[in-house]
């Protein structure tokens, strides 16, 4: 569970997030929702210590994260997939995978077959190049690059970014599953809300740093008005 | 067979072996430090020499040659990882001049005390092999147990800085640490820990690089003595591409190759101006390098 409070950033003068404050349960999707500079990756740069905010705290079960250097974040258990997905183009498959088991503890080999069982076509391609991949492949190194070290937080920026609909409705289907089934807390960042609030147990609506509302997705799904003005989705 | 190895050409061949694998060394060693830090160190020879001089010239001269070289090595793990912390850290993120001067700066200062300590006069380092050619059938072959050595040395040294970047778990965060650093650091990556020991395997490499050529009879250990070794490595990872390790390194030798040729047939005064002539045709050409792919795709 993470737990955001009063967290503020402004990047000099531009005020980017304002007392933003709001809980992501374990075993739950919460969708950050919100038009381009709303502040939705701010917001997750700001949970694993890419940016230092002005004022407020996150806590992951209680621990302390604010003020703790990324690389340390990450080792308490915090995943971030960062947008665009982070891969890294001249690594293969399995160099970007074994990078993200660096952390963790245990048998690689079991851990590497652990992801290419959920991803198989990674395990086809593991000895090509990141660089030949598309862009739905990509997206699914980036998932199991965070998931190979067993984190219990899931920060997912725009995943969807750049993917086809069939493509996007796939990757969501399975984000659900993966955090259902390991009790992940996830927070999922999302332009596409439609698809995002399909899969989301709850919502966060951000406008230029400020949460307008914070409920559970459904609620936020049969709101008029957040839909129109905020959300941009129209029938 | 034995008037083949004696032959001219197989002697230049030789020769330009010898002195490009000590270019190849040069090359990589800045090519450490360019690919993590985005800085060409131009200190790169005197914080090598500099480290030679603390293991040859502190320990008193009848030490073993191989304690000396291991102290050498050390000391340069020692001075790249100091000059990281102190020196260049502060640098990153500045106006491209910044590191520039400030490593220039760093190669006079370092020259200069040096000196002071130990003298401008040449110093002999005592060498485990014989320097002398061998002979076949009372003709010299151009090539010495001494030479032999260097060759042998370099390639490992080669060999090992290949291995721990391809095969190792601090391999793969050097490079990742290079080739991404933000994403390096969400998967745990400690990038800034990364760079110095960028810095230490680099002056590690150069001390090794320092000893050989300190080695030659002729010329020995002095305060300035890496600075035209220097120059030729330089040309060769910049035509090598300052992104590519194994560019660096067959340029190296190529370049070694291609001197001992035009030393020999043309004139030894042409070749600095052949150097610069490929350097110019090759930055002109492919001013990535030519071992660098170039547009790569980034995502």
Redesign the interface.
Known sequence: MIVVENLSVSYGAVRALQSVSFEAPSGEITAVLGANGAGKTTLLRTI?G?VTPLSGTVRKDGDLLSGRK??DI??LGV??V?E????????TVE?NL???F??ARGSLADALDEQYAIFPVLGERRRQA??TLSGGE?QMLAMA?ALI?RPRVLLLDEPSLGLAPLVTAQLMQQIRELCARENLTVVLVEQNATSALRIAQRAVVLRVGVVVANDTAAAVRDDENLRQYYLGMVE | MDSFLTSRNVSDLLGGVTSGVIYALVALSLVLIWRSTRMLNFAQGAMAVFATYIGFAILAPSTNYWVSMAVAILAGLVLGGVTERVLVRPLYGKPEINPIVAMVGLLLVLESIAAAIWSTSSRALATPFSIVDWQLNHKPVALSPFALYEIITSLVVMAIVAGLFQYT?LG??L??AA??P??????????GRMLTVGWMLSTAVGAVTAVLVASNFFTGLTPSGMDGVFAFGFIAAAIGGLDSPVGAMVSGLALGVVFQFVGDYVNSNAIILVALAMLIVSLMVRPNGIFTRSA????
């Open positions: 694993s890419l990324t690389e990450v080792r995943a971030h960062p665009g997905r982070g891969v890294i183009a001249e690594f160099e074994r990078l993200g660096m952390i990141a660089a990509r690059r070290a | 778990k793969l965060q490079r990742a080739l991404a933000e994403v390096s650091r969400l998967l745990g990556v400690r990038v790569q795709r980034r995502v």
